[in-house]
């Protein structure tokens, strides 16, 4: 992400008394946008906990009306859906809107473990904000990140996560991030500065001119009504 980027996070609950088990996927989608969900938002991450009956997860999740998020501009990302389902053995509909930016996850009964994929795979997610990657993922990274977000507790998610990262100096990458184009920021940064002193200066040379003038202007006055009152006297 660049430094000027946002990225706002929203989580809401549609517990299943919110919508009859029944329903049509029109209402279904009414009951989710109820809760809080702002289709038009930008820059924006919202997670739906669909709450509903474990027996029934998947047709739950498979009534939501693709065509109805398509017609706001979300696509349907299915390898999203493919890979929560085979991981945490969850339902879940992933819609992304390259426009706003903006990615909507409806996940039937949101878990723990669905919790650790979606942090696992938030550069899939948001592929606008993460465009200088790698042309394939490692495999040794993919093989230990698959091993920790399976983890259910999350203080052991914490510590295993924390491990990961002191193997791969993710510290020492982001201070080299934040240093890319220091050097020509300085010499932008110095040059307005001199700019600014060089127009301060002109202005004060400006304002020195206009009280010389009128400086003058008086002692010329002044010498003038000397001369006349000089003048007057030795008529």
């Given at each position: 992400m660049k430094q000027e980027d946002s990225l706002h996070l929203t989580v809401t609950d549609v517990p299943s008394s919110s919508y009859d088990v029944d329903c049509s996927g029109e209402a279904l989608l009414s009951a989710i946008f109820a809760s809080g969900v702002d289709a038009d938002a930008h820059d924006r991450i919202t997670v739906v906990n669909l709450q509903c009956s474990f027996q029934k997860t998947e047709e739950t999740i498979g009534k939501i009306d693709d065509a109805a998020l398509t017609a706001k501009g979300f696509e349907l990302d299915a390898t999203r859906v493919t890979y929560i389902k085979q991981q945490a053995k969850s339902d879940a509909k992933f819609y992304r809107n390259p426009q706003t930016r903006a990615v909507l996850i409806i996940v039937a009964n949101l878990s723990v473990v669905v919790w650790h994929l979606l942090a696992a795979s938030v550069c899939k997610l948001l592929p606008w904000f993460f465009v200088e990657r790698p042309p394939r993922d490692d495999p040794e990274v993919i093989a230990v990140l698959n091993s920790i977000v399976m983890q259910e507790n999350a203080n052991e998610f914490r510590r295993l996560m924390?491990?990961?990262?002191?193997?791969?100096?993710?510290?020492?990458?982001?201070?080299?991030?934040?240093?890319?184009?220091?050097?020509?920021?300085?010499?932008?940064?110095?040059?307005?500065?001199?700019?600014?002193?060089?127009?301060?200066?002109?202005?004060e040379v400006k304002q020195s001119r206009v009280r010389f003038r009128a400086a003058s202007a008086e002692q010329m006055q002044k010498k003038r009504e000397e001369l006349a009152q000089s003048a007057e006297k030795q008529q």
């Open positions: 924390a491990e990961a990262a002191r193997k791969y100096d993710f510290r020492s990458a982001g201070i080299r991030k934040q240093l890319e184009g220091f050097e020509r920021k300085y010499d932008e940064d110095a040059l307005r500065r001199t700019e600014e002193a060089i127009q301060m200066a002109l202005e």
